[in-house]
């Protein structure tokens, strides 16, 4: 099996900045697509972020322009820069990864938001 790990979440003031970080390890023949997600309390969970191996990317709406995803193939971690972070932004950040055309999910990290 695949194991995702994310790391980086934590409390920051609005305006401020986080890195997030998801490692996978385990049987790893080839990983494709790598995503963020997030889920706010009451909310449905929304693709925040995604990078294919090439390197393309597409972001939701809400955070185009302060978010950036950024993939290292070469140790199957995928990262999600953070900046001019907003109360509306917290939530649990999942990461999720394609393998063989099979998904796997991580725990998820906490990001809060607040002053």
């Known amino acids: 099996q695949v194991q995702l790990v994310e790391s980086g979440g934590g409390l920051v003031q609005p305006g401020g900045s986080l890195r997030l970080s998801c490692a996978a390890s385990?049987?790893?023949?080839?990983?494709?697509?790598m995503n963020w997600y997030r889920q706010a309390p009451g909310k449905e969970r929304e693709l925040v972020a995604r990078?294919?191996?090439?390197?393309?990317?597409n972001y939701a709406d809400s955070v185009k322009g302060r978010f950036a995803i950024s993939r290292d193939n070469a140790k199957n971690t995928v990262y999600l820069q953070m900046n001019s972070l907003k109360p509306e932004d917290t939530a649990v950040y999942y990461c999720?990864?394609?393998?063989?055309?099979?998904?796997?999910w991580g725990q998820g990290t906490q990001v809060i938001v607040s002053s």
């Open positions: 999720n990864a394609d393998h063989l055309g099979v998904p796997f």
């Open positions: 385990g049987r790893i023949f080839s990983i494709n697509d």
């Open positions: 990078i294919i191996r090439g390197g393309g990317t």
